[in-house]
Each structure stands twice: as structure tokens, then as C-alpha cells.
């Protein structure tokens, strides 16, 4: 199928060649331990790891051929851009892939191209290399600009493109015309041009019916079905797939419990043609509503699913159960901390349980295997490693340190072979670095605020510190913490759903509602809404000796007719100022004026959270990428590309982002139409009603519904390069729908040159004003009585 290639464009269709790896771990060695204990989101500047080493030293001298290969598969890239095989991989490993086309000139010509990658690219025009560029600077795109000379007529175009994956990977690359006239590309398919051109546009329109599924059926359809019927399989699901066409515009699928990005294909003449398409599925979801925390604690434990995480273990031996399922995670587990898997901090926090209370339940063999496995772990980056462990985020630091100290602790007089350290100095030396993380923490707060991916991580470790360790002082701060990140998970939890602003957050998590592990936490301490499927952290708690203080659970379940605000910083010097507005029907939280103005990472900036239905939330962002479900950071609906002002005010919000250069041309609003029970959309201005709680976002300028795609009804964008948002929240118990709507549009949102103005009973005021600046890391709490009636305006000057 051929398709015009313009000025400003980048190749989106390609034909691609199978995967090729191979594990590069480069030679051990211990690497300067350079954690300085101010934890910011962000990329951490690590240095070259041992692999990165080996990989320069290796690409210094080499040269590059291009092989013979089959292109089996086609890309295509939807309107991202990039060609994007971004993953996850545990241990280092090198991987390549090849990409081709064939280029079409109208005229002989020189071409002025960029390309961008964070790892490498080598092309060709036919047999010819005409550019080499190899940054390999690992999740940071670089861009290089080159000239290419073209014939008259057809050429193929081959791009080899690598990267060295070290955990997570930005993999890929974008090829993009600056300069050129009369371009054309065709991608190699032995089919009819119409056949290939449906099957194109057939996949790029993939999506599911419904975004959220509560039961295991999902049906597959898509924005562009034709007359002509295609069979797509699902190449992640063996055996799973269907007919589309106009006569049969839907397909089922069934799937486990879960957030899922899932590949389809379409053969065609010995090509398969693949798109990706992510579903969330929310099996099994009730409610964990017992009077009292030991009682939601059995119910929980009698109906957890932690798929193979080591928890299970754990859990099987605390009940005196062993059968080939535990054992089979038990090996599993501890061949990722044999072979220092990325994220083996996490799985130490239960083994070192099993391996103190619960060894005497092994079979014969694996306690002898623990203690290796234990004795034999890095637990510092300043020890012999190959490894890519992640050393430097505020969790893992916290995670190595506490297996250091218990490990030592419980091995005292043992040599830990890859230190050559007893277990005492193991002790004392994680007791010290963890007492450095805490200082920090008592300084500055967590720069991973609210975070359902991480916050689970820090009570993973807290609560093995406190159940296990033998030095009360680190009892007593494990104690301390634990009690204050509950404080915050029971003032940012509505209806029994874990919500809120957040310092990190994944589109995993802000899609799965109740299916998050700080979700099943939150729901055992409190009660609420669960989802069995990611209850490894809650698993530890109902184990552990902690219990949450009983006042917190009248915070997460404000009592009806009461207003609750609070006010207290985070992060590297209080640089995240968290306000909350919360009824028992509804929440608003953001983080105000945080960074406003720089790039974002994984910051999740402003949320709303009805009580009414677990899934009813809403959100603001600046996409970092185009792709759903991609594995950047930002994403398309976590993080934030650019990161606006914002100030809050009680149970109002503005923003305003000023997007740049580069910068995707649109900020969007995540809307879940059938999850509210009164939505009203015009050009401007959204009001929707879920259950006793309101919500108005007004829009400075004109709101695109988008029709199709993934998100299709969901989703509504505001065009750059400057954006203005209003939230506003509210609850019957203060008025009706209909007079909270009149409230809303007299505050009479403006966007001027520099900020955005609104009216409220507080005066004028919006993103130019100053506003009250928390100074404490403990919240400030304010529970009133609601008031009643209908707002009044008062105009006054901007504050």
C-alpha cells in the first residue's frame, strides 16, 4: 500500500524483521554509591552500568552489515510517529530489529531527514549506509539531522535500530521528513493494494467496545470495518480471536483479571500486519465492608489473588500449606534474586520473612537454597554487580537497605559472599543507611506521593521492618511512617477507592480503580471497594503486627453532611504542596504549582474521585506520547508531557498549560460517560453527576469529543499551545444539580494573557494568585460541617 510522505512527517508503516537478543551483562564490578537521599521524579543520571560499558567498548570498533532477513510482520504506528517496541527486561539485554520500506521519488533530489532514538540506528538506501548514529543514551531521544541523496524511482529504505535494555527501555525510533518533494512509501505484502489498505485501516481503528469490562468477555471491534471480512488472532492469547467486517462488527475475547496491552494480527499473503489494542478487566469486584479491620482482614486473605508473587508463598506456609503451585513461585522467586533480577528488592521483603518465621515449613532442600539466595545477594550498588538493579529511586533505596539490615541481622556470624562482609556489619550498615533515609523523609516528605504503584512497594518493606527487626529504634520509625502514609492513603481514598494527586503513576493504575495493590490496602484498613488480583502488599499487612490507628478509617469515610480539606507538602524541599477537597460524594485533589511549567515525568497532577462507582474518576493531563498504553514516561494518560500551573481553592481548581515546541499540541480530559449518571457536554463546559456528587470543568477552549479510538466518547482534547481548565466539585448535600451548574457558570473562567481569572466566594482569584503554601509533611486536617443552600458570589479583588 502506498502512502504519500510529506514535509514534517515521520514513517509510520513499516515492514519489520523478527526480534534478535541476546543477554549482555558486561563484567561485574562494584559502582560508586552516589545516592545522595533527595529523591525526585525523573530520570536518574546513573552513569554507564557494567553492560553499557561493554556495549561502548564493543560499538567503538565495530561495523555494521546489513544482513539478509525475511520482514515478516508490519508496524503500524497510528499517529504517534514513533516506531515503538519500548518493554520491560529484568536483565540487561541487547536488542536489534529492522525496519523497510520502499521510497518512491518522483524526481532525483536530496533528501534532508532527522532521525530520533535513545539507542541506535544504522540506514540504508538499497545496499548503500548512508547514516550512523549512535547515542545510546539510554531513555533520552536524540535527534540528528542528515542528507540522503535519492534516484528518480523506487529504493528500498532499511533502518537497523538497537538498544541496550536496562529494566525499562525506550526502544525504537522516528524517521521524519524535513526537506523533500513528490515521496511515497510502500510497504511488501503479497496482496491486493485494496485488501492491504483495509486491513491497514481495520487495525489502526482496533479498540475494545466498553474501556472497562467487569467480567472476563471483552469484545474486540473497530473504527474502520469493511465489507471485505478479516480473521484477527490475538498473538498474546493462544487460540483467541475473530471476524471483522460490517456484517460482523465484533469479536469476544475472554480474559483473566487485569490491565492488559494486548497485540492483534492479520495474515495476509505471508505477512502478518499487527496493532496493539490495552483493556482493563475487573473481575470479581466487590466490596471489603466487615465492621472491623480483623474481620475484612479473614475476608480478604480467603479470596487474595496475587497471581505468582512470592506473597503467596509467604501466606501458603503461614497457613501450613505447600503444594506444586507455592513451590513452583518459591523456585521462581528465588531464581530472580539469584540472578539479580531487576525489582529482587521487592520479593527479598517476603523471603526474609519466610526465611525468619516460617524456614521449619520448608521442604527439604529450600531453606538451604534461601540462605544462599540471601547470602549470596547485592545488596548495594557499591558491591560486585552485572546486574541492573535499580539502586537510586526513593522505594528501591529503601527496599536494599532494610534487606541489608534484616539479612545481616538474621545471619549474624554468617560471610555474605559477594561483599565478604559478616552479617553483623551487614546489620549495622543498614540500619545506618536506613536511618539516613528516613532523616530524609522526615525532612522532605515522599517525592512518590499517593502513589498506588509505589506506595504499596514502601509498606512492602516498612512492614517487614517493623515485624522483624530486632532494633526498636527502626521499629519505632517504621511505626512512625507507616502511620503517616496510612494518614495520607485514608484522606486521598473516596467511597473506598484509593484516588488523589500522585508523585509516580502508571495508565495501569489510574485505570484500574480498586485493582490496585494500594487499593487493596487501602480497603483492608478502611473498607472498600476490592478487586482480587494485586493484594501482594495487603497479604503482608494482614501477616504483619501493624494495625492502622482506628481514627484514620473516619477520614477515608467522611461522615455525611461534613467537608474535609487538608493541606501539607511533599517531595524534595516541600516542592509538591498537596490540597484536598473531599464530601462523602466526592473528591478533588491536586498538587499545586509543582514544577509549572517544566517537563513532566510521572506527576499526576489534578484527579476527581465520585464515591458512587469505583471507576467514576476524572482526570487532566498533557500526553508525553500519542500511543495508548505505551511504555513512556510520561504516557498518553499518566504524567504529564508539560506540567501547568495549577492552584486549588477549596473544592476548585484551574490550570494552565503553555505547551512548547515539540510538545504534543493538545492537553485532554479523561471522562467516563457510562460510568456517571448525568453528563452534559457543550463547547466549553462539562457537567456531570455522579450519584449525591458534582463535578464542572470548563475548557478555554473549544472541547473536541473524540469519536474513535480506544478512548472513543471518553475523551475530550483542548487544543494548544496555551490551555486553560476550571474544576469545580460539589454535593447535594450543599445544593442541587441544577444549582450547582449556575454556580459554576457564574465564576465566569477567563484565560487572559498571562493566567486564568475566576470568581468564587473567596474573591477573584486564579493561577496568577499567590496562595496559602503548606510548610509541614504532617497534613493539616480541616472537618466541618457542610454548608447548606445555594453559593453566593462575592466579588472582591484577586488575592
Keep these: 500500500m502506498e502512502q504519500a510522505w510529506a514535509e514534517g512527517e515521520a514513517l509510520v508503516r513499516w515492514n519489520v524483521a523478527a526480534l ?12 560508586p554509591d552516589v545516592v545522595d537521599y533527595r529523591f525526585e521524579n525523573g530520570w536518574t543520571a546513573t552513569g554507564d552500568l557494567p553492560c553499557r560499558e561493554a556495549l561502548r567498548a564493543e560499538i567503538a570498533a565495530r561495523s555494521v552489515d546489513l544482513p539478509e532477513l525475511s520482514f515478516d510482520e508490519v508496524y503500524l504506528g497510528g499517529d504517534g510517529g514513533d516506531v ?9 539485554e541487547w536488542r536489534v530489529r529492522h525496519a523497510r520500506v520502499t521510497l518512491s521519488s518522483a524526481t532525483e533530489q536530496v533528501l534532508r531527514l532527522n532521525v530520533v532514538t535513545a539507542g ?6 538499497g545496499a548503500d549506509l548512508v547514516h550512523r548514529f549512535e547515542p545510546f543514551s539510554r531513555n533520552e531521544k536524540q535527534h540528528s539531522e542528515f542528507e540522503m541523496h535519492v534516484q528518480a524511482g523506487d529504493q528500498p529504505l532499511t533502518v537497523r535500530f538497537e538498544d541496550l535494555h536496562e529494566r525499562d527501555t525506550i526502544f525504537g525510533f522516528r524517521l521524519q521528513l524535513l526537506q523533500g518533494q513528490g515521496l511515497s512509501t510502500r510497504i511488501a505484502c503479497d496482496a491486493q493494494p485494496t485488501e492491504i489498505a483495509e486491513a491497514t485501516a481495520l487495525l489502526e481503528g482496533l479498540r475494545t467496545l466498553e474501556v472497562f469490562h467487569e467480567t472476563s468477555k ?6 474502520a470495518l469493511s465489507q471485505t471480512p478479516f480473521e484477527l488472532v490475538c498473538l498474546d492469547l493462544d487460540d483467541q480471536g475473530g ?25 495476509l499473503g505471508g505477512t502478518m500486519l499487527t496493532a496493539g489494542v490495552g483493556s482493563t478487566v475487573l473481575t470479581g469486584m466487590g466490596r471489603l465492608d466487615q465492621s472491623c479491620f480483623e474481620t475484612r482482614k479473614t475476608a480478604l486473605l480467603q479470596n487474595q489473588q496475587s497471581g505468582d508473587d512470592i506473597v503467596n508463598v509467604l501466606l501458603a506456609l503461614s497457613q501450613g500449606e505447600w503444594n506444586t503451585s507455592v513451590q513452583a513461585i518459591f523456585n521462581e522467586s528465588l531464581k530472580q534474586v539469584e540472578q539479580r533480577y531487576d525489582c529482587a528488592d521487592f520479593r527479598m521483603m517476603s523471603l526474609l520473612w519466610i526465611w525468619d518465621r516460617l524456614r521449619s515449613r520448608l521442604p ?15 545488596y548495594w550498588m557499591d558491591t560486585p554487580g552485572d546486574d541492573v538493579m535499580w539502586f537510586w529511586s526513593e522505594n528501591h533505596v529503601l527496599c536494599f537497605h532494610i534487606a541489608e539490615h534484616l539479612a545481616g541481622q538474621m545471619l549474624p556470624d554468617a560471610i555474605f559472599g559477594n561483599s565478604g562482609l559478616r552479617g553483623t556489619d551487614h546489620r549495622d550498615q543498614g540500619a545506618t543507611r536506613l536511618h539516613r533515609w528516613f532523616d530524609a523523609i522526615d525532612e522532605h516528605g515522599l517525592a512518590e506521593w499517593n502513589s498506588a504503584a509505589y506506595y504499596p512497594i514502601n509498606y512492602r518493606g516498612l512492614l517487614a521492618l517493623y515485624t522483624l527487626s530486632q532494633d526498636e529504634d527502626l521499629r519505632g520509625r517504621a511505626k512512625t511512617l507507616l502511620d503517616r502514609i496510612s494518614l495520607m492513603v485514608a484522606l486521598h481514598a473516596t467511597g473506598g477507592v484509593s484516588a488523589g494527586t500522585q508523585g509516580r503513576i502508571y495508565e495501569k493504575e489510574l485505570l484500574a480503580g480498586p485493582m490496585t495493590e494500594l487499593g487493596a490496602i487501602a480497603s483492608l484498613m478502611f473498607g472498600g471497594w476490592h478487586v482480587p488480583g494485586k493484594d ?3 497479604v503482608m499487612l494482614a501477616l504483619s503486627e501493624y494495625r492502622p490507628p482506628e481514627r484514620l478509617t473516619g477520614l477515608a469515610h467522611p461522615k455525611p453532611g461534613t467537608v474535609l480539606r487538608a493541606q501539607y507538602v511533599q517531595g524534595l524541599e516541600g516542592g509538591a504542596h498537596l490540597a484536598l477537597f473531599k464530601t462523602p460524594a466526592v473528591q478533588l485533589s491536586s498538587v499545586v504549582q ?32 500519542l500511543r495508548p498504553w505505551a511504555e513512556a514516561r510520561p504516557s498518553f494518560w499518566a504524567g504529564n508531557g508539560r506540567l501547568p500551573e495549577l492552584v486549588q481553592q477549596d473544592e476548585t481548581a484551574v490550570l494552565r498549560y503553555e505547551l512548547r515546541d515539540g510538545d504534543i499540541g493538545f492537553t485532554h480530559l479523561f471522562l467516563p460517560v457510562d460510568r456517571l449518571d448525568e453528563v452534559e457536554i457543550s463547547d466549553h463546559w462539562v457537567f456531570a453527576r455522579a450519584g449525591a456528587g458534582f463535578a464542572a470543568i470548563w475548557s478555554a477552549g473549544v472541547l473536541e469529543q473524540q469519536k474513535t479510538g480506544l478512548y472513543a466518547g471518553y475523551e475530550l482534547r483542548q487544543a494548544g499551545p496555551v490551555c486553560g481548565w476550571a474544576v469545580m466539585v460539589g454535593d447535594s448535600g450543599q445544593c442541587d444539580f441544577n444549582s450547582f451548574k449556575e454556580h459554576a457558570r457564574a465564576m465566569s473562567p477567563r484565560l487572559g494573557a498571562g493566567d486564568i481569572t475566576i470568581t468564587t466566594n473567596v474573591g477573584i482569584w486564579g493561577t496568577g494568585s499567590a496562595c496559602p503554601v503548606p510548610s509541614s509533611t504532617i497534613p493539616k486536617i480541616e472537618e466541618r460541617q457542610m454548608p447548606k443552600g445555594r453559593w453566593t458570589i462575592q466579588q472582591g479583588s484577586r488575592s
Excluded at 534478535?20 to 559502582?31: F, H, I, L
Excluded at 456484517?247 to 495474515?267: E, K, N, Q, V, W
Design 84 to 92: 515503538d517496541f519500548s518493554t520491560f527486561c529484568h536483565l540487561p
Design 594 to 625: 509543582h514544577k509549572a511549567g517544566q517537563a513532566g515525568h510521572q506527576q499526576h497532577v489534578l484527579d476527581v474521585q465520585f464515591a458512587s462507582d469505583p471507576m467514576a474518576r476524572l482526570w487532566i493531563n498533557h500526553p508525553g506520547v
Design 218 to 223: 471483552v469484545s474486540v471491534t473497530s473504527d
Design 536 to 538: 501482594a502488599a495487603a
Design 243 to 267: 471476524r471483522l467486517s460490517r456484517d460482523h462488527p465484533s469479536f469476544d475475547i475472554t480474559l483473566p483479571t487485569g490491565c492488559f496491552g494486548l497485540r492483534f494480527g492479520i495474515a
Design 120 to 125: 541506535a540506528v544504522h540506514i540504508w538506501r
Design 364 to 378: 527439604a532442600g529450600h531453606a538451604d537454597r534461601l540462605r544462599n539466595a540471601i547470602l549470596g545477594f547485592r
Design 20 to 31: 534478535q537478543s541476546r543477554a549482555y551483562p558486561g563484567s561485574a564490578r562494584p559502582m
